[in-house]
């Protein structure tokens, strides 16, 4: 008994522990191939998706309004707004910057071409540097470039300075300018008056001073007259009222 069920217990394991035929791998990937292409497909198709909506032109400002907004505006559902005829408009301010050379910042300067330009500017003449070059000059004939401010009357000047003969002086440069463009307008120098109002030309403006009568030498009209390039060189503070 013992060894007929001992037996019949061994042929069932013998039974069940029989091998299972298992599918081959080739099988298998050929079950799971029409898997793997569909999820490749929705792959593809998704990618093809972003890149359509990537390429796809975004609405520009103030371009063409879509089918139905443009249907309706033209239909007259868009809204109108309208401003009431007592509301004006904001001022707009425009500020407005004018690039000019203020006679407080010569006098800050100090320079002989400092004193020049202010004097172009108290005759309202142009401050070109073929202006500027001419009273250069004509300031290193009068007084000689180191001791250009001698008297405060860089010019030798004989209106407002006390000395007719051109031998006064004044309190400070700031007048000595004043001085010398209001004589140079007065009348008696005409031609040094246009030709500074023109502004383009050096050699002119001396030629009509040497014309002139501001000196009795008249230059040796343009003999004593040098035209080497001038040296900038500052004058004592005092000389300004500084």
């Known amino acids: 008994m013992q060894d007929a069920r001992t037996g019949g217990w061994r042929a069932a394991r013998q039974k069940v522990a029989t091998p299972v035929t298992r599918p081959q791998r080739d099988a298998a990937t050929r079950s799971r191939s029409p898997r793997r ?3 490749a ?5 998704v990618f093809g998706l972003l890149a359509g909506l990537a390429l796809a032109p975004l609405p520009q400002p103030g371009g063409p309004l879509p089918t139905a907004a443009a249907d ?6 868009g809204q109108a707004v309208r401003v009431g005829a007592e509301v004006a408009a904001p001022a707009v301010s425009r ?8 006679s407080q910042t010569l006098v800050a300067g100090g320079t002989n071409v400092d004193w020049a330009k202010l004097v172009l500017i108290e005759g309202g003449w142009p401050l070109s540097d073929e ?6 000059r004509w300031m290193r004939q009068e007084n000689g470039a180191d001791n250009w401010w001698n008297r405060n009357n860089p010019l030798n000047n004989g209106q407002g300075s006390g000395g007719g003969s051109g031998l006064g ?14 004589n140079l307008q007065s009348g008696r120098y005409p031609e040094v008056d246009a030709a ?3 502004g383009d030309s050096a050699d002119a403006t001396a030629q009509a001073i040497w014309a002139s009568a501001w000196a009795s030498s008249h230059y040796g009209y343009g003999t004593h007259w040098s035209s080497r390039p001038y040296e900038v060189i500052a004058a004592p503070p005092s000389a300004w009222g500084r």
């Open 95 to 102: 500020e407005s910057y004018v690039a000019t050379t203020g």
């Open 37 to 39: 292409s569909l999820s």
């Open 131 to 136: 202006n500027v070059t001419f009273m250069m």
């Open 41 to 45: 497909a929705a792959v593809v198709s």
């Open 72 to 77: 309706a505006a033209l239909q007259g559902d």
């Open 169 to 182: 002086s004044y309190p400070t440069l700031v007048e000595a300018a004043y001085y010398a463009a209001e």
């Open 196 to 198: 500074l109002a023109r």
